[in-house]
């Protein structure tokens, strides 16, 4: 086991220049957002014999049981795990928007930090509007994660603070979006799913750099045990969320035995190595921020997101 070896941060951001991040977020909102019920043509066909995701990041790519699985039960797979990783997503915009709407309580509304979280909230609300019609669209059912992780989560949206808010946010919002930028540039996935991606892509990016600032700006004033708290709660809330992002559910659909596939893409390398890399560019900053500590990396290990 390594000590923990974080980089000395570069100097956090203070309240004013978060401020400032803010007005131009706000001005880039105001400018380049969108309306997916006119942005996205909803009557276009959706023909199922393509990919809905590259079929490399798959759960089940290049296991023993993809190599006996045809060609249609491929593209199949990818159209139930996009709508699981959709679902997932819109779940947790759904934590998002109550935690923010939370936050914003306890917030002067003339400073625009707290005008910024509100902008959010429309953008997430847009955001899961858009999931729910796009899986409706594929066809696909809504999928849910565990209930332990549902019960769990209703614990976490009604305590979360400080970075412990922010940092399992920007985990979920960093993995999703890598995943998505992949999926935006490969022309062989349907161009409904890479429309919604691209939309989600440009409204992400301000929301991860608002995240980031706050993260680096909140970690910069806790104490010592205060640290301890929030990355151990960040670690484990960000790792149950990355767990849940394939249901268990989408093995059925695809006529498989979940039970089998559940294992065969539990102990995939290839799996874990697509979770690796989707986390690769937020692990390195939760590093930077010293949130990978000798008693985190485990929980982050065990989720395969280091
Ligand atoms: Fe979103
Ligand atoms: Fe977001």
Redesign the pocket.
Known sequence: MTAARAPRPAAAPDRDQVRKTAVRLLSSSSRNSYDPDLDIDWDAPVELDMKFMPLERTSLYGTKLWDRMTEEQRYELSRQELASVAST?LWF?II?IQMLARWAYHQDPQDPRTQYALAEIG??TR??LM?AKAIARLGTPTYRPPNLVHQLARLYKATARGPALFAPVLVA?EI?DRLQRETVNDETVHPLVRMVSRI?IV??AR?VRFAREEVARQMANLGFVGKIVTNLSSAIVASFVASSLISRDVYAAVGLDPDEATKAARSNPNWHESRRWMAEKIMGFLDEQGMLTWYTRPIYELAHLI
């Open positions: 997503g915009e998002l953008d997430e955001h899961v999931f919002e999703t989600h409204e992400e929301h």
